[in-house]
């Protein structure tokens, strides 16, 4: 790549971030860094992060934003000389804030789809809980139903996918993700897809990289939103 280059990739449950995000990394080079990996290695390794953050999860609870930098940060430190997408954070303005002070972003995708189509999506999501792996009835299917391609043990359907839960769960978003998303909207790097499908998003914003990956300085970057 012609220079280093970091993105964030922000979107509300079901929103396609992990598919996405995959097409990036394979097709631009880019690190694909997932906080939901970093809590689950951390986790599993038992760091003192990790156990701090297994406390907030066993209530149920979201880990909090100091936890969450506390394991983002070290990371981001070692591949500093590399190119990188975030996934997953940050969440809130506090996060984005410590992010700031630490590197300077080149792009800010967010994704913008329909509460119907995120229902359909999540209703049709299992996901297998030691990885994360997720896979979807309709157009990712396990190869065998209800067990995980790679490990055979069982997937399961988070309750907060659920449609009873679902309404809430995203007016959390939306009312976390506003002040983060005025923030690099103001910056000037805050680029909006919107659509009901993946593949359809997906030309857009593999082109606005092209260009961006491409230009010799941040400075050359023009045009903040689609």
């Known amino acids: 790549m012609a220079r280093i280059f970091r993105a964030v990739i922000m979107g509300p449950p079901g929103s396609g971030k992990g598919t996405i ?13 997932s906080s939901g990996d970093f809590l ?8 003192e992060a990790g156990k701090l953050a297994k406390t907030y999860i066993k209530k149920g609870l979201l880990v909090p934003d100091h936890v969450m ?3 983002l940060l070290p990371r981001l430190e070692e591949i500093a000389r590399h190119s990188w997408l975030l996934d997953g954070f940050p969440r809130t303005l506090a996060q984005a804030q410590v992010l700031n002070s630490a590197c300077d972003l080149d792009v800010v995708i967010s994704l913008n789809v329909p509460f119907e189509t995120l229902k359909e999506r999540l209703r049709h999501r299992w ?5 994360g792996r997720v896979y979807n009835l309709v157009f990712n299917p396990p190869r065998v139903k209800g067990v995980d391609d790679i490990t055979g043990e069982p997937l399961i359907q988070h309750e907060d ?8 769960r995203l ?21 909006t897809f919107s659509d009901t499908d993946t593949d359809h998003i997906w030309p857009h914003i593999s082109s606005m990289l092209s260009v961006k990956i491409t230009a010799p300085t941040p400075s050359a970057q023009s045009t ?3």
Not at 24 to 33: D, K, N
Not at 171 to 191: E, F
């Open 69 to 71: 930098t506390r394991l």
């Open 21 to 33: 995000s995959e097409r990036i990394a394979r097709t631009f080079g880019l690190q694909h860094l």
């Open 40 to 47: 689950r290695e951390n986790i599993d390794a038992r760091t």
């Open 171 to 191: 007016r959390h978003y939306k009312d976390v993700a506003k002040p983060v998303i005025d923030l690099y909207k103001s910056k000037g790097i805050l680029h």
């Open 127 to 131: 996901i297998h809980p030691a990885s």
């Open 224 to 226: 903040p939103t689609h």
């Open 161 to 168: 996918d659920k449609a009873e839960a679902l309404v809430a």
